[in-house]
T-cell receptor
């Protein structure tokens, strides 16, 4: 079955810097890759996603890139702000299910 | 409106109690999901309902019993739980199951089993 690995597990950046979180997946049949942000005490919030027929997608300060050949995808956050501090999960689709990475705890220091 | 609501927000129960978690969405989605999330871990899929029928059960113990009364509602009935079942229980919905489609999560119910 699908296996998703996510790195790093923790990431600390200064406000205004960029943050990059990387995920790899094992099943070449996976074709949908969402990213979720989870703040303390809340449910995961879908922030951006990408499908396998696209290499890059941007939404304001957030971008996701996908390399199907290498089977990895990344989340890029530019001009980070303290409110970006949260746990971020990547996921890959498999048979109608989402397989999640282990999460990255992002801390943005003012 | 991409809102999934869950009640209650918090629940404390003893091992002999019976309780239910509720989830509701009004986005016209036909697939609904229950996940369990332990602290600092990703969500783990428990059940998937598609068009009000159970389509996936991830080998969840029978002390968890899901129910989908209609296309907008999803319940999780709890009975004889163990302390290790304490977790955040998340409900999610998507337009359909089995397709490449966005899943939207609710805020979760924080369950503590004493």
């Amino acid at each position: 079955g699908e296996n998703v690995e996510q790195h790093p597990s923790t990431l600390s950046v200064q406000e205004g810097d960029s943050a990059v979180i990387k995920c790899t997946y094992s099943d070449s049949a996976s074709n949908y890759f969402p990213w979720y942000k989870q703040e303390l005490g809340k449910g995961p919030q879908l922030i951006i996603d990408i499908r396998s027929n696209v290499g890059e997608k941007k939404d304001q300060r957030i971008a996701v890139t996908l390399n199907k050949t290498a089977k990895h995808f990344s989340l890029h956050i530019t001009e980070t702000q303290p409110e970006d501090s949260a746990v971020y999960f990547c996921a890959a689709s498999e048979g109608g299910k989402l397989i999640f990475g282990q999460g990255t705890e992002l801390s943005v220091k003012p | 409106d991409t809102e999934v609501t869950q009640t209650p927000k918090h629940l404390v129960m003893g091992m002999t109690n019976k309780k239910s978690l509720k989830c509701e969405q009004h986005m016209g989605h036909r697939a609904m999901y229950w996940y369990k999330q332990k602290a600092k871990k990703p969500p783990e899929l428990m059940f998937v309902y598609s068009y009000e029928k159970l389509s996936i059960n991830e080998s969840v113990p029978s002390r968890f019993s899901p129910e989908c009364p209609n296309s907008s509602l999803l319940n999780l009935h709890l009975h004889a739980l163990q302390p290790e079942d304490s977790a955040l229980y998340l409900c999610a919905s998507s337009q359909e199951a089995g397709r490449i489609i966005e899943q939207f999560f609710g805020p979760g119910t924080r369950l503590t089993v004493l």
